[in-house]
């Protein structure tokens, strides 16, 4: 058990419709990263908050967004969403900057199926 | 543009030999690298970790290499064993840019009985 907790862990929607991802980093992390791995793109890095606020993004569409709460809770909003959406998303955390050292460690995904 | 390449998508080995999973990257600002191993249905798991400034890092089976000037790692499972199947991703960060991880694709390792 990584400590960061994904829910859901599987969604199915249909094309057009909205949904919301939820992630609960490890305690004490102050960074969220959202990946989205499909079939045979690897890991693709979305976004990464840190403290509440946006630290960098990757290749994170305009229809999805990402937000870090207070609570350090992260949630990832994909709308509009089209069947290319399919893929398993995952959330990682650290305590910080990632350096010799220390690592991220991956929740165990939301997989999300759009029909 | 791919910072980091794993340009074997599959690796088929013998159990109890070496298996040898390469990775290479462009982007000379990485100075920390990782590799992850990822089961079917859960996340990625931190398996082993390199900074720049060594060229070899050992953990019971796993060795990773660095090789700077080739911009080249390779993770070395020895001996091979059957729960050894698995993805495997190559990962380096931070780069300059992001503070995460920038990812391979992965190599799928089957280690034949």
């Known amino acids: 058990d990584s400590g960061v907790t994904q829910t859901p862990k599987h969604l199915i929607t249909a094309t057009g419709q909205r949904v919301t991802l939820r992630c609960s980093p490890r305690?004490?992390?102050?960074?969220v990263y959202w990946y989205q791995q499909s079939l045979d793109q690897g890991l693709q890095f979305l976004i990464q908050?840190?403290?509440?606020?946006?630290?960098a993004k990757g290749n994170i569409l305009e229809r999805f967004s990402a937000q870090q709460f207070p609570d350090l809770h992260s949630e990832l909003n994909l709308s509009s969403l089209e069947l290319g959406d399919s893929a398993l998303y995952f959330c990682?955390?650290?305590?910080?900057?990632?350096?010799?050292?220390?690592?991220?460690?991956f929740g165990e995904g939301s997989w999300l199926t759009v029909v | 543009d791919q910072q980091v390449k794993q340009n074997s998508p599959s690796l088929s080995v013998q159990e109890g030999r070496i298996s040898i999973l390469n990775c290479d990257y462009t982007?000379?600002?990485?100075?920390?690298f990782l590799w992850y191993k990822k089961y079917p249905a859960e996340g990625p798991t931190f398996l082993i970790s390199?900074?720049?400034?060594?060229d070899k890092n050992e953990d019971g089976r796993f060795t990773v290499f660095l090789n700077k000037s080739a911009k080249h790692l390779s993770l070395h499972i020895v001996p091979s064993q059957p729960g050894d199947s698995a993805v495997y991703f190559c990962?380096?960060?931070?780069?300059?840019?992001?503070?995460?991880?920038?990812f391979g694709k992965g190599t799928h390792l089957i280690i034949q009985p």
């Open positions: 390199i900074s720049s400034i060594k």
């Open positions: 908050y840190y403290n509440g606020e946006e630290r």
């Open positions: 305690s004490g992390d102050l960074s």
């Open positions: 982007n000379s600002m990485f100075d920390y």
């Open positions: 990962a380096a960060g931070p780069g300059g840019g992001a503070d995460g991880l920038t």
């Open positions: 990682a955390s650290s305590p910080g900057r990632v350096k010799a050292g220390n690592t991220i460690y």
